[in-house]
């Protein structure tokens, strides 16, 4: 199987080059780029690359971390569609407690605020159309409408999604949060349901009108690998609501995050030789234009988050030249609605063929995230493997990362990342045996409870 050939590969590889490596930056370190609002970084793993091999590896990785709220800065007002499962299988606690937060949503929202509210089965309701919550009365009807939602039918997830995007596009302003929440707790059933099709629509979407959508999934039955990809691709956060009581905790999640974001449509661009091929982007989705450009969508950022993503070039060795990787950024301050730059940068990795000087001269931090986005992709291939029902293959691929990670943090215990990665592939190993022997509700539970952990940990968020 090819993608267990290139992952022993690459385990050899970093493997070799973590051993006796210093703790150097690369000579292509960019110099730091800080705004008042986001700080940026980018580095190589080497300013070289070995000329002589078939062919060779580049790893560039780009780190934004946003900066604290200003204290004297009121938040951005936000434009919001919440668009609520209301199908047959939310009967009961589901339900009540997804009304519950809704309520408390419309309690805590600002009086500038704007929102909608759609409900979803197998038909779609307008429950109401985007309204200001200036006024009490507006409140008030809202949450008596709150009231009034029941259980019934199907799940329409797009058609209740895209209503939702209609509703935040039809009122959308530019000093505004436009945001979609989408929950959901089962299989898509009705309407368009293809996995590819629902990826598609919301980047086109997130592209064309700069609405992002975050996605919630409770309990055990819903298919947490779709509200994770439409959440990525969607431009914002994905949540594992694991019992029905936390439903409202995790809205005031949500909503304390929408009310610090700081820098909205980041993107970066990112420009290199044409023979140059981006093999893998680890962290986030990514467009590509043209055979030498890609861009990186990092969306939202609220204060004092991080986000990082891990670019894989491959240069073939017919090319023996530098190679010239231009790397530009620009945000829109959710504060005065302005786009700025903060990145314009070239980085130059040079042709070698003295392997020793090559192995001297890695980057220790970013051979640290290669570690960990391919331990993190690694975990991630191996559940979705075992979804599919190759539980042997997945397993061994559980175990190989095991063993690749294993000395890693023997020699790195002070790296909490690693950690983190290594004691959630352990988890799982140890769990598994276990729920073998359990329902189907308890294999389901822990299937989930591992990747919304794996999701985290690759968005460089708090488990």
Known sequence: MRYITTYQVLLLTLSTIWIGMGDLWAQSKTTDHSTNILQFNCHTNNPYFLSHQDSSSIYLYIELAAGAYPEDQPPAPLNIALVMDRSGSMAGAKLDYAKEATKFMIDNLNNEDLLALITYDHEIDLVS???????????????????????????????????????????????????????????????????IRLRDTVQLINKKDQINMSTFG????????????????????????????????????????????????????????????????????????????ITIPFNDLAAEEKKAALIKFIVPQAHQSDVEIQINGRFNNA???????????????????????????HTKMITQEQHLFLANAMLATALLEMKKGNLGEGIQMIR????????LVKANPSDTALVNQYELNKYYIDEWKVVQSKSDYKKKMLEKVVKFKNYKLRKKKAL
Request: aromatic share 12%; hydrophobic share 35%; with cysteine.
């Open 335 to 361: 504060f005065t609605a302005q786009d700025s730059v903060f990145a314009n940068q070239k980085i130059v990795v040079k042709p070698i063929e003295d392997v020793e000087q090559y192995e001297a001269s």
């Open 129 to 195: 159309s985007t309204i200001p919550l200036k006024n009490s009365k507006n409140r008030k009807r809202l949450k008596k409408s709150v009231d009034n939602i029941i259980d019934r039918g199907g799940t329409n997830l797009c058609g209740g999604m895209l209503e939702g995007y209609e509703q935040v596009r039809d009122h959308y302003k530019e000093d505004y949060v436009n945001r979609v929440l989408l929950m959901s707790d089962g299989y898509a059933n009705r309407g368009i349901t293809d996995p």
């Open 218 to 293: 409770l309990g055990a039955d819903f298919d947490e690998d779709l509200l994770e990809l439409l959440a990525d691709y969607g431009g914002s956060n994905y949540y594992f609501i694991h019992k029905a009581s936390l439903v409202p905790e995790v809205f005031a999640q949500e909503l304390k995050y929408l009310k610090t974001v700081v820098a909205k449509q980041t993107l970066v661009n990112i420009e290199f030789p044409s023979h140059v091929i981006v093999d893998q982007v680890y962290g986030f989705p990514y467009w590509q234009p043209s055979t030498n450009h």
């Open 400 to 407: 190989e990362n095991q063993k690749f990670m294993q000395p």
